[in-house]
């Protein structure tokens, strides 16, 4: 169990987003306006930056001579403000200080690189309606992966698709793209993203159709697995995640997604709810249920789980964070796992993400004892 | 004869209430999204009369209106054209039975408006849409996010006594 607190801990990490779920405190309960992906992750749109640039970092560290109108110009590619509109580029560096096993004899410090990538964005006609968007970066190999000499890629894509808005309404993006389901939220080994596979690495191939209509938005995800995979694993299915704005300021939501693969069967089931508390604060709640039917062999399973994030921001550039999850990976079994821990996520200037967690994880098992895991975070996350 | 005029202003006093109020204006934005603008520095008078209430100016400063991002606030502070008026300002307000009229100055712009109210907690709270074009004001957009031209508002004033 000790070791499964390690392999966990050592990908509690947030990955290429800049703008998250918790920006609906901000009055943004879209994604859209500040992805090119309108259900999140992935670059910025020349807006999404601006708003980072001046809504979300602090200004503190600027010289008081600079306006706003100022930082906003800055907040393009290499501080400079475009000067076309067709093409856009981005660089990403993710690390992290990662301290496990605190206050045993076996804790250990280690800096891991967690990304490192660019992305390119062409995109034309009318408000942007055609939009072609790629990343490619480096692929941090998981301990298990080394260990059993999978996934030997250096560079993984994790995203390449092509959009097109046919209306403000609606829109139509075809390749690889992370799944629609449930609230994106940047840790992508939170419980609520382990159990219905849509962590860091299970972006797939397919279609998306994306609405917004009156205080809906969702969308309906059709998919033939990661095509970069070997066929047997490739997870083919469909998925859906529809989002209601309630209260003007809040968004409930459900997801469902079945897919399958040579090997096993995956039908998940969510809700969740995002709720503002203005001024930037929020707090996010999902709880979902992965039903793990394996072919051709035992080993079925039900799995549930749930996570509440709630963020306040005391002041511009500052958020606190609490994060509690709970996991019981097979209801047949007994034992119950939950992580919790508070957190700090700091924006200094734009362009540069400082964030600090410390998680305390504990399973309550009546048939046996476990030690609980404690480990602290600390991560750089700069763009360009 | 000054006598009078304090008698006068002592009896009246209770009647008129010398507004400090707030100022909500929800925004839309496309392709999605929203923001609160709101002020707490709305000036003037309010005064009662039997049902009615009537009020010769309430004014906001226009650079008052904080939204949540400073760079949102100059822009939203230009937009309805704080450089050439820096206050919106409503006269001839009169309203009884849930419903109101008044004029609005906005960007140099002089208007008719009707609103909706109602007495709660001490309070009037009033609610009306404008449509900033009315105010010939430009259509807004920011690096492809668009303002929606209607936008809601609500006001909240202390309730004169009865």
Redesign the interface.
């Known amino acids: 169990m000790k070791r499964l607190f390690l392999a966990l801990a050592l990908f509690i990490t947030p990955l290429a987003a800049q703008s998250y779920p918790q920006f609906i405190g901000?009055?943004?309960?879209?994604c859209?306006?500040c992805h090119y992906n309108p259900m999140g992750n992935g670059p910025l749109?020349?807006?999404g930056r601006?708003?980072g640039a001046?809504?979300i970092a602090s200004?503190a560290l600027y010289p008081k001579s600079w306006?706003?109108?100022k930082?906003?110009s800055l907040s393009g590619f290499l501080f400079r403000t475009p000067v076309q509109r067709h093409v856009r580029a981005q660089a990403n560096y993710r690390g992290m200080e990662m301290i496990s096993s605190v206050g045993t004899p076996s804790e250990k410090w280690s800096w891991i690189h967690m990304q490192a990538g660019g992305q390119l964005i062409l995109k034309f006609l009318e408000?942007?309606r055609l939009t072609f968007v790629g990343e490619i970066g480096y692929n941090p190999s998981s301990n298990s992966a080394k260990a059993s000499g999978q996934d030997k890629r250096k560079v993984r894509t994790r995203e390449h698709y092509v959009g097109y808005r046919i209306n403000?309404e609606i829109g139509v993006y075809a390749g690889l793209m992370d799944k629609a389901y449930g609230i994106r939220i940047a840790e992508h080994i939170a419980y609520s993203r382990i159990l219905p596979e849509t962590t860091q690495n299970d972006q797939t191939h397919g279609v998306m159709i994306h609405g917004?209509f009156n205080g809906w938005?969702g969308a309906i995800h059709g998919f033939m697995g990661n095509l970069l995979q070997a066929r047997d694993l490739r997870q083919v299915g469909a998925s859906t995640q529809i989002e209601r704005q309630i209260f003007?300021?809040h968004r409930v939501g459900l997801s469902l997604m079945s897919s399958k693969n040579d090997y096993v069967r995956l039908l998940s089931y969510s809700t969740h709810a995002r709720l503002s508390l203005?001024?930037?604060s929020a707090i996010l709640i999902e709880a979902g249920q992965t039903e793990r039917i394996s072919l051709g062999s035992r080993g079925d399973r039900i799995g549930r789980y749930a996570l509440l994030q709630t963020y306040t921001r005391p002041i511009r550039g500052l958020y606190c964070l609490t994060n509690i999850e709970y996991l019981k990976s097979d209801l047949s079994n007994a034992a119950t796992t939950i992580r919790w821990g508070p957190g700090f996520q700091f924006f200094p200037v734009q362009k540069l993400e400082l964030r600090t967690d410390l998680y305390q994880t504990r399973t309550f098992n009546p048939n046996a004892s476990t030690q609980d895991g404690w480990t602290i975070l600390f991560q750089t996350n700069v763009w360009l | 004869m000054h006598k009078n005029w304090i008698t006068a202003f002592l009896i009246c006093f209770p009647l008129l209430s010398h507004a400090e109020g707030t100022i909500q204006i929800a925004v839309k934005l496309t392709p999605a999204g929203s923001f609160v603008a709101k002020s707490d520095r709305l000036k003037g008078d309010l005064s009662r009369t039997g049902a009615e209430l009537t009020s010769q100016k309430l004014s906001v400063a226009l650079d008052s209106f904080k939204t949540g991002m400073t760079l949102r606030d100059e822009h939203f502070c230009k937009h309805l054209g704080c450089e050439t008026q820096p206050k919106a300002v409503l006269s001839g307000l009169k309203a009884s039975g849930g419903k109101g009229t008044g004029s609005l100055e906005l960007n140099g712009i002089k208007r008719d408006i009707s609103f909706s109210y109602e007495e709660k907690d001490q309070a009037i709270l009033a609610r009306f849409e404008l449509n900033s074009a009315d105010f010939k004001m430009p259509h807004a957009k920011y690096l492809g996010v668009e303002v929606n031209d209607v936008v809601n508002v609500e006001v909240r004033l202390p309730a004169p006594k009865k």
């Not at chain 1, 901000?26 to 879209?30: E, V």
């Open positions: 901000h009055g943004y309960p879209s859209m306006n749109t020349d807006y601006a708003v001046d809504g200004g306006s706003e109108e930082i906003a408000n942007d403000p917004l938005e003007n300021d203005s001024e930037g």
